[in-house]
Structures are given as structure tokens and as C-alpha cells.
């Protein structure tokens, strides 16, 4: 259950992540993305991986979401390049897309600061 749980959390905070360019104000979602990185760099990861995939004191090697959801629809990938861009590339990708999208096109967003 608390399995179950935790995937269910996680996978809708990266879909909101990844979705929020296109409906959350671009100052939340840089305040969120530097949270993120924060919370890397106290942790030594994301507080959700660090909880689903730990076993006992130590976690899973290199397992991240990201990975989790392509093995298990059936992909093999690099989990060590998996997570280092998870950590770095794809909040930064976030960004991009949220001042593409809201400063250069204009675009509307429903949640505004």
C-alpha cells in the first residue's frame, strides 16, 4: 500500500512538474525548481526516491522515477545518465519551456502571481 502510495504522489508531481510551463506563473515554477535542487543537495536526492527506493539504510543504486516508470514499461536505460539528468538537464529544460512558452510567446496561464 505505501508503495502504491508513494508512486501515485510521485508520478503526479513530475506530471504537474513537467505540465506547469503551460499553467503555473514562471516565478512559482523557478521558486519550485530551485526548492528541487535545494532538496538534492541536502538530501543527496529527491525525498520521494529516496523513500520508495531505499532498502533499509541503503538506496537502490542510481533508481529514479524516471526509471522506474521505463523499466517497467519494458526499456532498458542508463540509470546513472537517467539520474543525473533528472538532477540537472530536466529542471532546466522545465525552465526553458516555462520562459519560452510565458515571456517570449505570451501565452496565458490560469494560476498567476
Not at 531505499?54 to 529514479?64: P, Y
Not at 516508470?69 to 545518465?81: I, P, Q, S
Amino acid at each position: 500500500m505505501k508503495e502504491e502510495l508513494l508512486v501515485s504522489l510521485h508520478t503526479l508531481i513530475m506530471l504537474g512538474a513537467w505540465s506547469s510551463p503551460f499553467w503555473l506563473d514562471w516565478k512559482i515554477v523557478f521558486i519550485s525548481l530551485f526548492l528541487y535542487e535545494i532538496q538534492i543537495f541536502v538530501f543527496k536526492g529527491c525525498i520521494l526516491t529516496n523513500l520508495q527506493f531505499s532498502k533499509g539504510i541503503r538506496r537502490e543504486s542510481d533508481m529514479t522515477m524516471y526509471a522506474y516508470w521505463a523499466e517497467k514499461l519494458g526499456f532498458k536505460v542508463n540509470r546513472k545518465k537517467l539520474k543525473q539528468s533528472s538532477k540537472y538537464f530536466m529542471p532546466a529544460i522545465i525552465f526553458i519551456l516555462t520562459i519560452l512558452y510565458q515571456l517570449i510567446l505570451k501565452a496565458p496561464i490560469w494560476i498567476k502571481i
